[in-house]
């Protein structure tokens, strides 16, 4: 196989891609398809019927609420090893409708926003978007350098997705502006 490589196919065949340049590769593949969705989206919504709006809204909100149930179910699980069984604070651990509740009602509330906003949304928005992608990537990266000190290998990833989730969040509630903050 080697005989069929040229001199300069070799050269990259020596140095093979780190997975971290796959896996970053992949996220700008994705968030990039997942903008054109939401572009697309905000151009259709004012002309989609009544019913396909309120399908779109059921999924965004089944597809927000099940990334906080599952943040919620991990958490919860982990803390559970920490209780003695049939005590107080286990039982109080194990009950989880109340946090599924809690993420429905917020993963509905801003599903609805984002789809009765983007069609709104001008250039400076989406500006803002796509300059959201290579941010969180930057964060990331910078989260990872300084959890390695504070996070064993185990957790580290789960802490640098935590930061990175909390500075792009504010990120969109703070730069992402607001309709109503420049009189349209």
């Known amino acids: 196989m080697e005989e069929a490589l040229t001199s300069a ?12 340049w796959k896996r970053w590769g992949l996220y700008l593949i994705e968030s990039m398809v997942l903008i054109g969705l939401l572009f697309l989206m905000s151009r259709l919504v004012p ?13 965004l909100t089944f597809v927000m609420t099940i990334g906080h149930v599952y943040r919620v179910v991990v958490k919860k699980t982990y803390r559970q090893v920490r209780y003695r069984e049939g005590g107080m604070h286990a039982r109080f651990n194990n009950g989880r409708i109340l946090s599924i509740i809690i993420g429905f ?20 928005e989406w500006i803002l978007t796509v300059i959201s992608i ?24 789960s802490g640098c997705l935590f930061w990175s989730y909390i500075v792009v969040g504010c990120y969109w509630l703070f730069c992402i502006p ?5 009189g349209r």
């Open 47 to 59: 002309v989609m019927p009544s019913f396909v709006i309120a399908l779109l809204w059921a999924v």
């Open 134 to 157: 290579p941010l969180y990537i930057v964060v990331f990266l910078v989260a990872d350098k300084l959890s390695r000190r504070e996070y064993t290998e185990n957790y580290r990833l």
């Open 9 to 20: 196919s070799m050269c990259f065949a020596r140095k093979p891609v780190p997975k971290s």
């Open 178 to 182: 607001s309709p109503r903050w420049y």
């Open 105 to 124: 009602v917020f993963s509905a509330v801003c599903s609805a926003g984002l789809i009765l906003s983007t069609p709104r949304w001008g250039t400076l």
